[in-house]
């Protein structure tokens, strides 16, 4: 800002020495300018003012529009450095909760529980094809190892050791006319017995395909 210069429109406008159009164009600075406008109503104010104060004046003036800069440009930086420790604070906020979230995530547990799946028949049935002369051809269509996992899985007499031999027919893939020949089991009960030579024909019936006319099976248990 020409200091000089401002205080001389304004002596010359508060005169009457300034046009029409000089004095719309200082009124329409004044009304954009506060520092402009406070000097107007400053000078206004004083009366019979001449060149000799004038110096004082914009002594006085520069000094207040200096002030006015300085206090500006401190309340810029103030607000500035606030933003600037906001920011810094919420980008250091949302960096632990990411790192929380992270490990919580990832973390892999170092706890271990040693978990053993048993069946009380495994490894205690053992299933053999017989081939007596009586012309036995079936076999099962997925493999002996597949059925005596069937039979393993799904045998419910407990408590039997010996050798059961059974023949059958095949119709549509399934054993028929199934009949057991042989049974020889230590120390069963007849029930028990019993119990075993029904759950083998459900077994049997129920269980995988065959492939072949009539089969013959000996099942042992251990």
Known sequence: MNTHFQLTRIQNYLSGRMNASEMHALEREALEDPFLQDALEGYKL???????????????LA?????????RNQQFFSWQRLAIGAIAGVLFVVAC????????LFQVPTTTHDVAL???FEETIELVQSY?????????????HHLNSYFVAHSKVSGVKGKVLINF?????????IAVKELALEGAT???EEALIAELKDLLTAGPT???????LVIIYH
């Not at 909760?97 to 919580?104: A, E, G, I, Q």
């Not at 007596?132 to 002996?144: E, H, K, R, V, Y």
């Not at 027919?169 to 006319?177: C, V």
């Open 210 to 216: 065959w492939s072949g006319k009539q089969g013959e």
């Open 190 to 192: 007849d029930s028990v």
């Open 46 to 60: 004083q009366q019979g003012v001449d060149a000799k104060q004038l110096s004082l004046l914009q002594q006085r």
């Open 132 to 144: 007596s002369g009586n012309g036995a051809d079936a076999f099962p269509l997925n493999g002996w």
């Open 97 to 104: 909760v990411f790192m929380l979230l992270k490990n919580s």
């Open 118 to 120: 048993t069946h009380p």
């Open 169 to 177: 027919n095949i119709s549509d893939g399934h054993p028929t006319t």
């Open 63 to 71: 000094r207040r529009v200096e002030r006015k800069a300085v206090e």
